[in-house]
C-alpha cells in the first residue's frame, strides 16, 4: 500500500517546464494566448524537440488531473532571468536530472555514471527526499551535485510569498539535515521564475538555473529514441540538459547518450563545475571612449603591409618594432 502511494505520489510530479501550460492552453484557450505563453521563458534557446511537433500528448494536464489554468502574471522581466548554460566556449555539458530521488532510477543512473566516471546533477524534491534518503545519500557519496528543487514541487508564480520562501528555505534546510550538504543552485519547479523566488535564492546563494536543451522525457509519448536526438540536436558546449530522474526510458537515453558526447569531447559534469568554468581565451581589450593617451600597437612584420599572416602562423615572430600612436576620442 505505501509503495503504492509513493509510485502515485511519484506520478503527480509531472513536468518541470511550462510545456504542461501550453498543453492546458490547447484545449480552449486563443491561439493568441498560446503563441504568447508557448515562447520559452526568460530567454531559453530550447529549440523544439524533434520529432514531437505537431503532435497532442496526452499529459496529466489533458488527463483532468490537473485544475483549470490561471493566467500566469507577469514574471519573466530581465531581472528574474534565470541561467541556461554554461560558457559556450568550454567543451563541458551538464546532465541534470529532476524530481528525484526516484527509488528505481536514480540508482540506476548512478551505476551508470560510476561505470562511466561521469558527473552529474540531481535536483532532489523535499517530499521524495524525505521518501528515500537513502537513495539521495547514494547521489551524494558518488560525487553527484544536489539541487533544490522546492519541498513538495508548487508552482512559485501562484503560491503566496509565505510558502515560496518555505518551498526553498526548508528544502534547504531539509538537504542540510539529512545528507549534510548545501545545495548551490535551485530549479524553479516548472521553470517558473517569480521576483519573490529570485530575492530569496539571492539571499540563500542559490543560482537560479533552467536548462538549454529540454529532452521532452517527462511526455508520454517521447521515447528513448526522441530523447537521444533532441538532445544529439541541440546540445552544444555549455550546455544545461533537463531530464527527470523517473523513466526508464531516460535511463537507457542516457546510457546512448553518453559515448556520443564524449566522442563529441563534451566532458560530463555537475552544473557548478559547469558555471564556475570559464574558457581561457583572453579578454577583448576596451577601450573607453574617454581615455586619452597614446597606445602602443605591435606591428607584423611582414611583405603584405603589416598584416598578420593570414594562414599557418609558424614560427614567424611577432616584430619588435612599433608606434606612437595617439587615440582620438569618438564623437
Ligand atoms: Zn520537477
Given at each position: 500500500?505505501?509503495?503504492?502511494?509513493?509510485?502515485?505520489?511519484?506520478?503527480?510530479?509531472?513536468?518541470?517546464?511550462?510545456?504542461?501550460?501550453?498543453?492546458?492552453?490547447?484545449?480552449?484557450?486563443?491561439?493568441?494566448?498560446?503563441?504568447?505563453?508557448?515562447?520559452?521563458?526568460?530567454?531559453?534557446?530550447?529549440?523544439?524537440?524533434?520529432?514531437?511537433?505537431?503532435?497532442?500528448?496526452?499529459?496529466?494536464?489533458?488527463?483532468?488531473?490537473?485544475?483549470?489554468?490561471?493566467?500566469?502574471?507577469?514574471?519573466?522581466?530581465?531581472?528574474?532571468?534565470?541561467?541556461?548554460?554554461?560558457?559556450?566556449?568550454?567543451?563541458?555539458?551538464?546532465?541534470?536530472?529532476?524530481?528525484?530521488?526516484?527509488?528505481?532510477?536514480?540508482?540506476?543512473?548512478?551505476?551508470?555514471?560510476?561505470?562511466?566516471?561521469?558527473?552529474?546533477?540531481?535536483?532532489?524534491?523535499?517530499?521524495?527526499?524525505?521518501?528515500?534518503?537513502?537513495?539521495?545519500?547514494?547521489?551524494?557519496?558518488?560525487?553527484?551535485?544536489?539541487?533544490?528543487?522546492?519541498?513538495?514541487?508548487?508552482?512559485?508564480?501562484?503560491?503566496?510569498?509565505?510558502?515560496?520562501?518555505?518551498?526553498?528555505?526548508?528544502?534547504?534546510?531539509?538537504?542540510?539535515e539529512l545528507l549534510g550538504v548545501k545545495p548551490a543552485v535551485y530549479r524553479p519547479p516548472f521553470g517558473n521564475v517569480s521576483a519573490e523566488v529570485k530575492r530569496i535564492c539571492e539571499r540563500e546563494n542559490l543560482a537560479i538555473v533552467t536548462w538549454d536543451v529540454d529532452t521532452n522525457d517527462w511526455r508520454s509519448g517521447t521515447t528513448r529514441e526522441m530523447i537521444v536526438r533532441n538532445v544529439l540536436d541541440t546540445a552544444t558546449s555549455g550546455s544545461i540538459v533537463l531530464f527527470h530522474a523517473t523513466h526508464l526510458k531516460t535511463v537507457e537515453a542516457v546510457a546512448d547518450l553518453i559515448p556520443i558526447l564524449r566522442f563529441r569531447k563534451l566532458q560530463m559534469v555537475t552544473l557548478s563545475d559547469l558555471l564556475a568554468a570559464k574558457s581561457a581565451r583572453p579578454a577583448k581589450p576596451r577601450l573607453a571612449p574617454h581615455q586619452a593617451g597614446p597606445v602602443t600597437l605591435q606591428l607584423w612584420d611582414t611583405p603584405a603591409n603589416n598584416k598578420p599572416p593570414a594562414a599557418a602562423p609558424a614560427p614567424v615572430a611577432p616584430s619588435t618594432h612599433s608606434i606612437q600612436m595617439p587615440v582620438l576620442p569618438l564623437p
Open positions: 500500500m505505501r509503495f503504492f502511494f509513493q509510485l502515485h505520489f511519484l506520478k503527480s510530479f509531472g513536468p518541470c517546464r511550462n510545456g504542461r501550460h501550453s498543453s492546458q492552453i490547447l484545449a480552449g484557450i486563443s491561439v493568441l494566448l498560446m503563441t504568447a505563453w508557448s515562447q520559452p521563458f526568460y530567454g531559453a534557446t530550447a529549440k523544439k524537440p524533434a520529432g514531437t511537433s505537431g503532435k497532442t500528448v496526452k499529459t496529466e494536464a489533458t488527463s483532468g488531473l490537473q485544475p483549470t489554468p490561471q493566467p500566469l502574471p507577469a514574471m519573466q522581466t530581465p531581472a528574474v532571468r534565470a541561467i541556461t548554460h554554461g560558457d559556450r566556449e568550454v567543451p563541458m555539458i551538464a546532465l541534470t536530472f529532476d524530481d528525484a530521488p526516484h527509488p528505481q532510477y536514480v540508482p540506476r543512473l548512478l551505476a551508470l555514471f560510476r561505470a562511466e566516471d561521469v558527473r552529474a546533477t540531481f535536483f532532489l524534491v523535499g517530499e521524495q527526499l524525505k521518501l528515500f534518503p537513502d537513495v539521495a545519500r547514494a547521489i551524494v557519496a558518488d560525487g553527484h551535485e544536489i539541487g533544490n528543487h522546492s519541498l513538495s514541487h508548487k508552482n512559485a508564480v501562484r503560491a503566496s510569498a509565505a510558502s515560496v520562501e518555505e518551498e526553498i528555505v526548508g528544502m534547504q534546510r531539509l538537504v542540510k
